[in-house]
C-alpha cells in the first residue's frame, strides 16, 4: 500500500506565496515521474508540473516563471513553490507519482484559495 500526503495549501493574497509538500509512503522501489495537477470548480483538471527522477521539469505554460517545482528522492517527496500567486490559481492541487512497480497513484487533494 502506498500513500501520497499532501500539505501546505491555504487561503493566500494576490501576490503572495505557498509551498505545497506531497510525501509518499508505505512498499515504495521507486519513483519515477513526480508532479502535480489542478481543478478549479467546473473546470477540468488541469496538469500543472512534472520532475522527473534525475531533476528535469517542466511546467505548464500559466505557471511558468512563478512556480517551481522540485522533489527529494531521499525522502520520496515533491515540493511545489508557488510565487506570484493569481485569483486564477485558486484549485485543488493533486500530486501524483509515477511508481515502478504501481503505476501512478494520486493525493486526496489540497486547497489552494488566492483573494483578497
Known amino acids: 500500500q ?3 500526503v499532501e500539505s501546505g495549501g491555504g487561503l493566500v493574497q494576490p501576490g503572495g ?3 505545497l ?3 509518499a509512503s508505505g512498499s515504495i522501489l521507486g519513483i519515477n515521474t513526480m508532479g502535480w495537477y489542478r481543478q478549479a470548480p467546473g473546470n ?3 496538469w500543472v508540473a512534472s520532475v522527473t527522477t534525475g531533476g528535469s521539469t517542466n511546467y505548464a505554460d500559466s505557471v511558468k516563471g512563478r512556480f517551481t517545482i522540485s522533489r527529494d528522492n531521499a525522502k520520496n517527496t515533491e515540493y511545489l513553490q508557488m ?3 493569481k ?3 485558486t484549485a485543488i492541487y493533486y500530486c501524483y507519482a509515477n511508481l515502478w512497480h504501481l503505476g501512478v497513484r ?3 487533494g489540497t486547497q489552494v ?3 483578497s
Open 2 to 4: 502506498v500513500q501520497l
Open 17 to 19: 506565496s505557498l509551498r
Open 21 to 23: 509538500s506531497c510525501a
Open 44 to 46: 477540468q483538471r488541469e
Open 83 to 85: 510565487n506570484s500567486l
Open 87 to 89: 485569483p486564477e490559481d
Open 106 to 108: 494520486w493525493g486526496q
Open 113 to 115: 484559495t488566492v483573494s
